[in-house]
C-alpha cells in the first residue's frame, strides 16, 4: 500500500541484495528500518575526486592526479602484516615517488608504461605521494564527487552504496511540490534531487540538488510548526484579560522616560494576545539596552490591575537582583516585588512562599529556584523567561504550569534572523524591538581568534586610558576538573 511520505514502495530492506541479518542489523543501528530510510540516508559529506594538474597542487594537499608508471613497483613487507609498496609515475612533467602501505594487492594495478589515476597526499619539498587508493577510470569523464556516509562499524561506503543504488530502483518518489513554487524559486524535481544526492556527477548540481532538498526540508517543518501552532491555539483557549485601560495608560505616564515606538508597537501586540481567548507564547528580541525590561513591566502592570499575578525566571542570580530593583522602581512601590534565589533559605523563604500562595505577592523574580515543587502561586496569569534559551524545555515546562490559565512571554537579547526565528519558534509569535532609546550609543560587536588577544588587550588599554572601563567575562572564576573552559584567573 502507497505511503503518505515523500518516498514510497512496497518493498522492504531484506528484498535487497547483499542484506542479511548482520547487515539488517547495523542498518537498524543507523536508525535505517525500511527502503525509505535507506534513500533518504544522505551522505554526510563528499570527497572531490577529480583529476587536477598536479602543478597546481599545494604542499599536503590530498590529490587525484593521472601519468605514467615508468618503473616496475615493488612490496617490502615488515612487521606484523604490514608493507610498502612504491614506484614511480611522470605526472604533469613530475617524476614522482608514489607509496602505498598495507594494499601490496595493488601491485597488480600499477604496470609499467600503463597511465593510471591514483588518489594521495602530495608531499610537494620530498616530490612523493603518500597513496590512498588507485582510481577507477570514470565513464562519464565528469567530476568524481565520492560521497561519504556515516557508518557503523560492520558496514562499509562501497556495501551502503550497493544498497542505496538497488533501492533508488525500487521505489518511487513523490513531487509534492507545486510547478509554481518550483518555478519561483528554481528548483529541481525530487526525482532527480535524491539519486544526485546519492550519486552527484558535477559539483553544480549537486549544489542545486541539496538546495532544493533543503527547501522541502524546511517547508516540510514549517507545515508542522503552523499545523502545531493550529493544534496548540485550540488546546489553550482561556478567558481574555481584562484590565482597566486608563489605568495602565496612566502608569504607562508615570514612566520617567517615552516609550520608542518600537516599544509601543511591541506593547500593542502583547496586550492583543493578552485580550485574545488564547494563551500568550510570545518570543519578544532586542538588543541589550532597547528596552524589553519596561515592555514586560507593562505588561506585568496589567496582569496586577486584573488581579493576577507573574513572574519572571533569568539564568543567574545577579541578574534576578538587577530584575527585582528596577522593576520596584519603575513601579514605585506600588506593586509588592519579591526575590527568590537559592540563596533565600530557611524562614524567610519559608514566609515568602507562603506571602506569594496568599497572593500577597504581585511579581516574583528569580531564578530556577521558581521552578521548584513547593513555589506555588494563588492566580498566575503571566510566566516571562529572560534568555530562554539558557533554559531546559523541562524547566520551562515546569514554570508555565505553575497556573491553568498562564500566558508566556520570552525575552532573548540575542539577535535571531527572520527566518531562523520562523522555523525555531513556529510555534511562537514573534516581536523584535529594532528601535534603541534617545540617547543610548550604538552597540559594536566584533570578534577575534585567541592568538589575537595582544590586539585584544591593546584595545582595552586605549579605552581604559580615555577614561572608560571594561569588563572581562569568562565561564569559570577558578580553574575546574569538571569542565575545559577558560576561568579568570
Known amino acids: 500500500m502507497r505511503k503518505q511520505h515523500l518516498i514510497y514502495t512496497d518493498h522492504t530492506l531484506e528484498e535487497l541484495k547483499g542484506v542479511g541479518p548482520k547487515s539488517l542489523q547495523l542498518l537498524n543501528e543507523l536508525n535505517i528500518y525500511t527502503l525509505e530510510d535507506l534513500v533518504l540516508y544522505l551522505p554526510t559529506r563528499y570527497e572531490d575526486e577529480s583529476v587536477i594538474n598536479l602543478n597546481e597542487a599545494n604542499d599536503g594537499d590530498v590529490v587525484t592526479v593521472t601519468g605514467e ?8 613487507f615488515f612487521g606484523r602484516n604490514k608493507s610498502k609498496l612504491t614506484c614511480h609515475m ?4 613530475i617524476a614522482v615517488k608514489i607509496t602505498f602501505f598495507n594494499q601490496p594487492y595493488l601491485k597488480k594495478r600499477l604496470v609499467m608504461g600503463e597511465t593510471v589515476t591514483v588518489k594521495g597526499k602530495w608531499e610537494q619539498k620530498k616530490q612523493v605521494i603518500t597513496g590512498q587508493k588507485v582510481m577507477a577510470e570514470k565513464e562519464d569523464g565528469g567530476n568524481a564527487l565520492t560521497p561519504i556516509y556515516r557508518l557503523k562499524e560492520g558496514l562499509k561506503q562501497k556495501q551502503l552504496n550497493k544498497y542505496i543504488e538497488q533501492s533508488l530502483n525500487l521505489v518511487g518518489i513523490d513531487e509534492w511540490l507545486s510547478p509554481e513554487l518550483m518555478q519561483k524559486y528554481k528548483l529541481m524535481s525530487l526525482k532527480d534531487v535524491i539519486p544526485i544526492l546519492h550519486k552527484p556527477v558535477k559539483f553544480e548540481h549537486l549544489k542545486l540538488a541539496r538546495r532544493t532538498f533543503s527547501f522541502n526540508e524546511l517547508f516540510l517543518f514549517q507545515l508542522k510548526m503552523k499545523w502545531l501552532s493550529k493544534l496548540e491555539k485550540e488546546s489553550n483557549k482561556i478567558e481574555g484579560l481584562k484590565y482597566d485601560v486608563n489605568d495602565v495608560k496612566s502608569f504607562i505616564d508615570t514612566l520617567p522616560f517615552e516609550l520608542t515606538d518600537a516599544q509601543k508597537n511591541s506593547v500593542n501586540e502583547i496586550f492583543r494576545d493578552l485580550k485574545a481567548p488564547i494563551k500568550m507564547h510570545r518570543l519578544l528580541q532586542g538588543d541589550v539596552g532597547s528596552g524589553k525590561t519596561v515592555v514586560a513591566a507593562i505588561a506585568i502592570y496589567a496582569m496586577y490591575n486584573a488581579g493576577k499575578q507573574s513572574a519572571l525566571m533569568v539564568p543567574t542570580a545577579i541578574l534576578a537582583e538587577q530584575h527585582a530593583i528596577s522593576l520596584d522602581e519603575l513601579f514605585g512601590g506600588k506593586l509588592n516585588v519579591a526575590l527568590l534565589t537559592s540563596s533565600v533559605k530557611g524562614k524567610k523563604r519559608k514566609i515568602l512562599l507562603e506571602q506569594l500562595e496568599a497572593g500577597e505577592i504581585d511579581i516574583i523574580v528569580g531564578t530556577h529556584a521558581l521552578i521548584q515543587d513547593d513555589v506555588a502561586f494563588q ?11 539558557r533554559f531546559g524545555v523541562n524547566q520551562r515546562k515546569k514554570l508555565r504550569e505553575k497556573g491553568a490559565d498562564t500566558n508566556v512571554l520570552f525575552m532573548t537579547a540575542t539577535p535571531i534572523p527572520r527566518t531562523l526565528s520562523i522555523s525555531a519558534f513556529g510555534e511562537m509569535d514573534v516581536t523584535s524591538i529594532k528601535q534603541m532609546p534617545k540617547g543610548r550609543k550604538e552597540i559594536m560587536t566584533s570578534w577575534a581568534k585567541h592568538d589575537e588577544i595582544d590586539n585584544v588587550l591593546n584595545k582595552l588599554n586605549s579605552e581604559i586610558v580615555k577614561g572608560r572601563q571594561a569588563y572581562v567575562i569568562c565561564p569559570l572564576i577558578e580553574e575546574s576538573e569538571a569542565l575545559d573552559v577558560q576561568n579568570v584567573v
Open 69 to 76: 608508471v615508468y618503473s616496475s613497483p615493488t612490496v617490502a
Open 90 to 93: 611522470m605526472i604533469d612533467n
Open 379 to 389: 492566580n498566575i496569569g503571566l510566566v516571562i523567561i529572560d534568555e530562554q534559551h
